[in-house]
């Protein structure tokens, strides 16, 4: 583009650049010819221009905040009034006129959009207030604290509001963390003050059960060892520190009592398999004498038996039963056999049997004899009376009859 238009230089030396208001005096140029001075001052307005293109592409296309661009624009505005320069300064002024809108838009902009930020900062703000005045009464300690912190993050991670807004939200976030927080202390401090309390109750339970430890009252001793458990459990848990030594402690004076029990019953019970061992080899001699032909040599062979028997002492309690079962089958059937040889030798009791067996015999013989009479008269129902009367005397006689055949004869 020509330069005359915009510029000239006068017979002194002043430089003059042509604005819509007239000329006006951009400085005075002594080393050269007007066409230099010309020159310099149009490099001067491309400079100018070269810093306004730059400055419209920082404004576009990066984050460069309105404070700086409004202090680059009027630094370069400063220049382009004061005209120290050749050029088309009017087109210069407009440019950044443009600027300054884009500037005063892009304000608005964030203006708004920290209008924004700051109201969802502060809806997040209140509703972390919510749920930590909510968390503050809750009794899930280890969960509401760890959320509680983290609700801390989050609210470092938001940013500020208008002080006055800020600081009360912060106040009441912080009264909640604080009641929750004296809230958890109380409850540990109680929780302390039980399990102090349950570590002396078991310090007794532990003291008892160490002075059972030696007995030999295997029963009751056992019975009460299951009661201490019982208690034990039902005291609760002492601080984590001391508990497991104290289940150390406790078990361990169990241990010695059961031990010691356990040995002696396994001795116990080796003696009395020894023992079944034994009757056993009595049983099986005791049943040998069934059946019985010789009464006498049966009995005195058993009472030998019942001696050695006796001498054993204890079996298992699993095998006692059935051991025993077997010695009460030959002890019954040598019972048997005395009573039967007892009625076979006793003339009181053949005396009474065959007088009885006499008495029966004579009422049959006249119940048959009154129910044939009967039955030839033609009185079937006397006659059945007296048969069924008949069939009962005779089943008593047969069985006297068998009774008395016991005796010989």
């Known amino acids: 583009m020509s330069s005359e238009p915009w510029g000239r230089v006068d017979e002194t030396g002043t430089v003059y650049v042509r604005t819509a208001d007239g000329e006006r005096v951009v400085g005075s140029w002594q080393a050269g010819s007007p066409d230099e001075a010309l020159a310099y001052f149009e490099r001067k307005f491309d400079g100018l221009v070269v810093e306004i293109d730059l400055l419209e592409r920082r404004i576009r296309t990066t984050d460069l905040s309105t404070k700086d661009a409004t202090t680059a624009i009027g630094h370069l505005r400063e220049q382009v009034d004061a005209g120290h320069a050749v050029g088309d300064l009017a087109s210069l002024g407009r440019r950044l006129d443009e600027l300054e809108t884009v500037v005063a838009a892009r304000r608005e902009e964030r203006k708004a959009a920290r209008a924004r930020q700051s109201e969802e900062a502060r809806a997040a703000k209140e509703a972390l207030v919510a749920e930590a005045e909510e968390l503050a009464a809750s009794d899930q300690w280890r969960a509401a604290g760890e959320r509680l912190r983290g609700l801390v993050d989050t609210w470092k991670g938001l940013p500020r509001l208008d002080r006055k807004t800020d ?14 927080s004296k809230r958890r202390k109380a409850h540990f401090a109680s929780l302390d003050s039980q399990r102090e309390e349950t570590r002396r109750r078991k310090e007794k339970l532990i003291a008892e059960a160490e002075a059972l430890s030696d007995s030999t009252d295997w029963g009751p001793t056992a019975a009460r060892y299951r009661e201490l458990m019982r208690e034990w459990k039902a005291a609760g848990r002492a601080q984590r520190e001391a508990e497991e030594d104290l289940w150390a402690r406790f078990r361990a004076a169990q241990d010695v009592f059961f031990q010691a029990r356990g040995a002696t019953f396994a001795e116990r019970d080796a003696e009395q398999r020894d023992n079944l061992a034994r009757k056993e080899e009595l049983a099986a001699e005791a049943e040998k004498l069934l059946p ?118």
């Not at 600081?167 to 929750?180: C, G, V």
């Open 292 to 409: 019985i032909t010789d009464l006498r040599a049966a009995r005195a062979a058993l009472r030998s038996i019942g001696e050695r028997w006796e001498a054993i002492g204890h079996v298992p309690r699993e095998a006692r039963a059935g051991i025993e079962g077997r010695m009460s089958a030959v002890e019954r059937a040598v019972s048997e056999a005395e009573e039967a040889e007892w009625r076979r030798t006793n003339p009181e009791a053949r005396a009474r049997a065959a007088g009885l067996t006499g008495q029966l015999q004579d009422a049959v013989d006249r119940l048959r004899e009154q129910a044939e009479r009967a039955r030839a008269a033609g009185n079937t129902a006397k006659a059945n009376k007296l048969e069924q009367e008949l069939a009962g005397r005779q089943a008593l006689l047969d069985q006297a009859l068998k009774g008395l055949a016991e005796f010989g004869g």
């Open 167 to 180: 600081d009360e939200l912060w106040h009441r976030f912080s009264q909640a963390r604080s009641a929750f």
